[in-house]
């Protein structure tokens, strides 16, 4: 997140060090950004119940004295008649095409439905040739013997595959073991990124991110995804930061749902993020939001390019 002075590059003398990428990919909500986070011990991917959180690619950076692996974290793999919709998804598939290693992420807590399925099959028999481990999540949620049926049904799915990890992204239960099969995946190489590395984004987009965070915990239905944040001044000093964020919404009905009953509803929203913000960049944060009517932003190219979601 902040640049170091020298690029301090981590074991540039190994021979054997490791660098490359993997993609995470899946349906939405599975727990990809809660595996990334938990991977990276840093919250760069927002996370919450509501399906579509993440909007584009995000990259988190693990870096440890043998490998450097760089996560792309996908919006989910689903159907949408928007424009976002449709540039979410492509983004989830230009990733995959560039990453040397696909996870491909289900939620065991649900049953293998239709769509998982298709998404499996899809990859299994697809163009896409770098190896493909799939990871079982959530398995805290249901009892041991449950994942045999399950394991053995995604095998059949996709024989292929180099590994099958059931594993808890929000426990951390046997993430160690899906690091160590991706490690063993990736190209020998040098690493890219300096080691205090975590993601490409700016202290700007992680900002924006944190608010939409919060907007989507708070609001019901499909409304949060009539929401973008946009900041509009962002300033550093020796006191810390201060932050003006614009809450776009999609509807003149929407402003006094997110604003709420005497302003409430915002003044948690903001309260919330700027902890949030304050714990991730270790600093004082003066955060200060409000509420704007864009209609239709989400279907909108132009807009969607400003707000970096053109895919
Ligand atoms: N019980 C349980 N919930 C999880 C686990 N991993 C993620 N979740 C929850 O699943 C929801 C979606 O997670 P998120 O990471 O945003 O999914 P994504 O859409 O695939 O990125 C959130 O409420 C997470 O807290 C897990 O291992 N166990
Ligand atoms: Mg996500």
Request: proline share 5%; net charge neutral; hydrophobic share 40%.
């Amino acid at each position: 997140m902040e640049e170091t002075e020298s690029l301090n590059l981590p074991d540039s003398q190994n021979p054997d060090y490791r660098c490359g990428t993997v993609a995470l990919l899946g349906r939405p909500n599975v727990g990809k950004s809660t595996l990334m986070n938990r991977i990276i011990k840093a919250k760069v991917a927002i996370v919450t119940p509501k399906p579509q959180t993440t909007r584009h690619r995000i990259l988190g950076i693990h870096t440890d004295e043998h490998a450097q692996i760089v996560f792309v974290d996908t919006p989910g793999i689903h159907k949408g008649e928007k424009q976002l919709n449709r540039n979410m998804v492509r983004v989830a598939y230009a990733a995959a095409e560039e990453a040397d290693v696909l996870v491909i992420m289900q939620d065991v807590s649900k049953p293998l439905d239709r769509a998982t399925r298709e998404l499996i099959t899809g990859f299994a028999s697809g163009r896409l040739k770098q190896p493909r481990l799939h990871v079982l999540n959530k398995v805290d949620q249901v009892a041991g013997r449950s994942l045999l049926p399950r394991l053995a049904e995604v095998q059949q799915l996709d024989p292929d595959a180099v590994a099958y990890i059931p594993l808890s992204a929000r426990r951390g239960e046997q993430v160690d073991s899906l690091l160590k099969e991706l490690v063993a995946r990736l190209p020998v190489a040098p690493a890219i990124y300096a080691a205090d590395w975590f993601t490409d984004q700016s202290q700007r987009q992680l900002a924006a991110e944190y608010v939409r965070e919060q907007v989507f915990l708070a609001m019901q239905q499909e409304i949060p995804f009539q929401t973008a944040v946009e900041i509009e001044a962002f300033g550093e000093d020796e006191n810390g930061m201060s932050i003006e964020a614009a809450i776009l919404v999609g509807s003149e009905r929407h402003k006094p749902m997110v604003i709420g009953k005497g302003g409430e509803r915002m003044k948690s929203i903001g309260t919330r993020a700027r902890k949030g913000l304050e714990t991730l960049f270790d600093c004082h944060i003066d955060l200060r939001l409000w509420v704007r009517v864009q209609p239709d932003w989400f279907d909108n190219p132009g807009r969607l390019q400003d707000l970096g979601l053109d895919g």
